[in-house]
Each structure stands twice: as structure tokens, then as C-alpha cells.
């Protein structure tokens, strides 16, 4: 049987006191140049070169536009691999945003119903449906729950909901769990995003969770199982 729902507020007050999150933009358009700055690079990786980026282009969709390839391309070169296809990423968001936002991606989105914001959001490079429901919260633009794969897993590993067939099962299925905690303020979902990506990267990774290390390991499903 799952745990209730509600024990998840117990567990992020643990997450919170004792797992460090990175900062990470917050605002659309940054969010958007972020998932796209480099190829598979861990979060300080990213947070160097998205930092690199800003200061030699910047972070509006005119600059983006506007820069050349002699500065675009060595900035995606330590990215990682293929770098082109990154350079033809940045392109296309500034044009989205320049294109059919008018310049101002956020305005847009606010502008626009939940569904419509969502659609415009997955029309960008690497966003898919958990990405564009993260922009629209942690921009506050609509406050509902979401999380990324870490989270999922983790949730899994804790006990709040059952194996799932397929990865789009096991998201609803931890989606769910959020919105049964009753809570619904942006703060308390954008930190349960962040800990519970935390927590996944650290120690309940996803080959083998490290759970002597984990400050959920006394109250874990997985660990009290034994199945490591
Ligand atoms: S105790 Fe182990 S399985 Fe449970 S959340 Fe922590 S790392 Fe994951």
C-alpha cells in the first residue's frame, strides 16, 4: 500500500534542512536558454556556461539574434557535443520569441490561457510537458505541480505510489501524490521540485540509490525493503 500524501510535507521540512539547491533562473526565457546551454552537462557545468553566455551575448532574444556565429559557436563548443545544433537552438528561440511573443516571452505567456501558455512553451527547443509546466510555475504564471525525472524516481523509491508500466504513468502517478498534500502555494511546489531533484541526483540516483547517505533512509520504503 502507498503512503498518504501527506507525509510528504514531513519529508521535504527533512530535504529542506538538510539538501542543498542550486540556484537556477526562474523567469521564462532564461529557463529556456538554460535547458538548452549545453549537451548533458551536470548543474555547475551548466551554471558556468549559461553564465558565459549572458555575459557575452546576454539573455534577450534581440541579442541572440543578433549575435554572429564567431561568438555563438565557441560559447557552444564547451557545451559539449554538436555544438551547431545548439547554436541553431538559440537561434530559433530568440526568433520564437521575437516572432510571436513580440519580443517579450513572459507578457505572452500571461497573456494566454494555461493550455495556450503550454503549447507556446513546447514549441521551444528541448520543452516538452514537464518543462513547460515548470516554467509556468516557477514563473507563477499557473501554480499546479510538477516535477522532473529525479523526483519521480525518488518518489517512487519512498513509497507514495506503485510501479507504473511506462515513465508517462509513474509522472501522473507522482504528480498526483503533490496534489494530494493539498498544497498549492508556488514557493512550497517549486521547493518540492528542486529537493525532490536534489535528492534523485545525490543520493537516490538512479542506477543504485546511495541510502546510508540519504536523510530520507529511516523512513524510506525502498531502504526498509532491503531492496538495494
Ligand atoms: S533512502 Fe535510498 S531509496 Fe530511499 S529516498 Fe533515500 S536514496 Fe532513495
Not at 516538452?128 to 510555475?137: E, F, I, N, Q, T
Not at 504528480?175 to 512550497?188: I, K, M, N, P
Request: charged share 25%; proline share 7%.
Amino acid at each position: 500500500m502507498s503512503r498518504p500524501a501527506s507525509d510528504l510535507i514531513a519529508l521535504l521540512d527533512v530535504l529542506k534542512r538538510t539538501l542543498r539547491v542550486a540556484p537556477a533562473p526562474g523567469e521564462p526565457m532564461p529557463m529556456i536558454l538554460w535547458e538548452n546551454i549545453g549537451y548533458l552537462v551536470d548543474d555547475a557545468r551548466r551554471r558556468r556556461l549559461f553564465d558565459a553566455f549572458d555575459a557575452a551575448v546576454g539573455l534577450t532574444p534581440e541579442a541572440i539574434a543578433a549575435a554572429s556565429d564567431g561568438v555563438l559557436l565557441p560559447l557552444a563548443r564547451d557545451g559539449g557535443m554538436r555544438p551547431e545544433i545548439r547554436v541553431e537552438r538559440w537561434r530559433t528561440i530568440a526568433r520564437i520569441v521575437l516572432d510571436r511573443c513580440d519580443g517579450d516571452l513572459e507578457a505572452a505567456l500571461r497573456s494566454l490561457p494555461p493550455p495556450k501558455a503550454r503549447a507556446l512553451l513546447k514549441m521551444f527547443p528541448m520543452i516538452g510537458d514537464p518543462g513547460a509546466d515548470k516554467v509556468l510555475l516557477f514563473a507563477g504564471i499557473a501554480v499546479r505541480p510538477c516535477l522532473e525525472s529525479n523526483g519521480v524516481r525518488a518518489l517512487a523509491r519512498l513509497g507514495f505510489f506503485g510501479e507504473q508500466a511506462s515513465y508517462d504513468r509513474s509522472y501522473k502517478a507522482a504528480v498526483a501524490v503533490l496534489e494530494a498534500t493539498g498544497r498549492t502555494d508556488r514557493a512550497w511546489l517549486v521547493d518540492a521540485h528542486e529537493r525532490l531533484r536534489a535528492l534523485g541526483k545525490t543520493t537516490c540516483k538512479r542506477g543504485a540509490p546511495i541510502c546510508a547517505a540519504c536523510p530520507l533512509d529511516a523512513t524510506c520504503a525502498h531502504a526498509a525493503a532491503g531492496s538495494l
